[in-house]
């Protein structure tokens, strides 16, 4: 069992940044080894991915966010982070913190069982 707690949300005008934090409970050599996503949800539609690190810290993005968004982790610390710079309205969501508790990084949100609460971004034109 892997529980993901996020945090680092909040509501920021267009423009602005902000950093989500994601903490996980397992052995760190386990973590260390875990493809680890960001997915946003807004109301009426379906999760979305982000962005995504593997163990080797190679990351991939939404197109819609390349270049503004940077993930990241520090696997002393068993925490991946999100920074998001230049935010847009578009951008207001839950933001999710997953993984599916091995090392493949592929698939969308159906194939990552462990999810942390969300921690809501909201962004102001």
């Known amino acids: 069992q892997v529980q993901l707690v996020e945090s680092g949300g909040g509501s920021v005008q267009a423009g602005g940044s902000l950093r989500l934090s994601c903490v996980a409970s397992t052995f760190t050599y386990l973590y260390s080894g875990y493809c680890m996503g960001w997915f946003r949800q807004t109301p009426g539609n ?3 991915g982000v962005a995504r690190i593997d163990g080797r810290s190679i990351a991939e993005y939404a197109d819609s966010v390349k270049g503004r968004f940077t993930v990241s982790r520090d696997n002393a610390k068993k925490t991946l982070y999100l920074q998001m710079n ?6 207001t ?3 999710y913190c997953a993984t599916k508790g091995i090392a493949t990084c592929t698939g969308d949100y159906r194939d990552f069982g462990y999810w942390g609460q969300g921690t809501q971004v909201t962004v102001s034109s």
Do not use: F, I
Request: no cysteine.
């Open 46 to 48: 379906e999760r979305e």
């Open 93 to 95: 969501a839950m933001y």
């Open 86 to 91: 230049s935010l847009k309205p578009e951008d």
